[in-house]
């Protein structure tokens, strides 16, 4: 029987959705019938091997790995990490990787970045080098959200919201009539533009140029590194990344054009005030930052530097926090009985607070229910993603030792979904944390709040990660959701219709993206909530 393109190689359809560019389903061609003629080996491993060889798997149409890798590792945390307490190893990113029990989570949390390096793990899944050469392995990008960003959270809630209502106007408007929108696009586009004002600047933040360009690079750097990963390549990958990438760097360019001139100047404007006291207030962005922090490294402070990390800390920093909202907006359609009392606090906390962090900060329902979100519908069902880096290899509490080159991760939805962490594990239970928040408190331990918070990191919330390279953007993106689906069921009625089940997640190596095709409708409520400095909305 004759195969289909598009069942042979069934990620032609979504990347072209995604990047509207035809040059990838030619690169996706070229990179399949490549694999096909290549001598493919699976190296032998002292750990059990879970999933299919690469070949059968890429046979398998839509039931090929890259589709199905959650259930995999399902398959190897029940069969392998349960019964017997040791690793596995697996196939992720057509690359080895070696699945770790639970128990070794204490070792990721005591080991440097020296030894452990998430940054370079990333760039050698998603082919980084081959685009940005070194630029995940400068502190820069980090240094910004965690020594721009967090400290500054406060000051940062009112840009946001004030961006936030602007995104609301031009992507959603004041529709008096139930209007019909699609959920993923509407709640990525408003975050991609809420993002940028702080992640980008005033400049450019409202720029449709800037907008669209950057949207397509932060879908180009997914669909790029996918396309790698549909071959495992051995010692051909570093040149046919490079190749293959070609059209991935035309994207870059078009977005460096446009941000690049913005940045010159600022440059230019930064190098003129060292030599004079800096006068007026503080320019709370990322480009601020960034000069800022990189003043002293010639390799960094400069613009094409500066640009192209802002670029990619916007793909981090835009994309997950987008779906969280959209998933968000499924669940309470789905199980509207968490509308109002989620709708009740966002009201009497932005009353008693106004738009500040200290409102958000007060949202404990809102909290559990995005915390129950990500441990039962998270962006990932891999975490803690790691390269060991010490040549002498990294060495684990009860002896097990991985050389150099090694690679490792997490099995963080199986663990999340484990009836020994949890009460019946598979339910969604939206104030589950709410509730141990406050017996916490009654029992006058731990801080409940810090202990059940949603971007609080734990041995069983691993949404963000764990370790010295878990998210340091999760405080920042836990408020932009906070905000965002506060506004939303604030200010408009929600509904959908003839759907009866959760919307089906799109998983690509088990990494989920919030169904792209459900359609919701809203319309603007009649509400004026007046808080304590006078602002309101209606």
Known sequence: ?????????????????????????????????????????????????????????????????TFTIEKHVQDGYAKVIKQTGKPFVMKWWAIDYVFLPPKYLRDLKRASTQSLSFFENISEAFSLDASVGHLYR?????????????????????????????????????????????????????MHRTTSRVLIGSELCRDETYLNSSKTLANSIFVNGLIMTMLPLGHFRRVACYL?????????????????????????????????????????????????????DINEHNPQWIALSLLHNLWAGSAAPGGLVTQM???????????????????????????TDIALSSMILMDSFIRELNRLHPTGAITCARTVMDPLGFQFHDGLMLPQGSRIAIPALAIQTDAQNFQDPLTFDGFRFARLNATTEEEGSEDGEHKWGASTLSETNLAFGFGKHACIGRFYAVRKAKLIFS????????????VNLRPASLSVNGQFAPNQSQKIFLKKREVNVKSKDGQGYK
């Open 1 to 65: 029987m004759a195969l289909s393109i598009p069942n042979f190689i069934p990620l032609l359809a979504p990347l072209n959705s995604a990047t509207n560019s035809g040059p990838y389903s030619v690169a996706g061609i070229l990179a399949a019938l490549l694999g096909i003629f290549l001598f493919v080996t699976t190296r032998k491993s002292n750990f059990e091997r879970i999933g299919k060889p690469w070949l059968l798997s890429l046979l398998s149409g839509r039931n090929a790995m």
């Open 487 to 498: 506004k939303l069921i604030m200010e408009y009625d929600l509904k959908w219709e003839g």
């Open 329 to 355: 907006v499924f669940q309470v359609l789905l199980e509207p009985q968490y509308l109002e009392p989620l709708r009740t606090e966002a009201e009497n906390a932005f009353r008693a607070h106004g738009y």
């Open 138 to 190: 400068s502190e820069l990008m980090i240094n910004v959200v965690k020594r721009g960003i967090n400290t500054r959270l406060p000051k940062l809630i009112p840009l946001l919201n004030e961006e936030c209502d602007y995104s609301f106007m031009k992507e959603i408007g004041s529709p008096t009539d139930w209007k019909q929108y699609s959920a993923a696009t509407l709640f990525g586009d408003i």
């Open 244 to 296: 293959l990438s070609v059209f991935h760097r035309i994207n870059i360019r078009r977005a460096m054009r446009v941000i690049l001139p913005v940045v010159e100047q600022r440059f230019n404007e930064f190098q003129t005030q060292l030599d004079s006291a800096k006068d007026g207030e503080e320019r709370l962005d990322a480009i601020e930052w960034s000069l800022d922090l990189s003043r002293g």
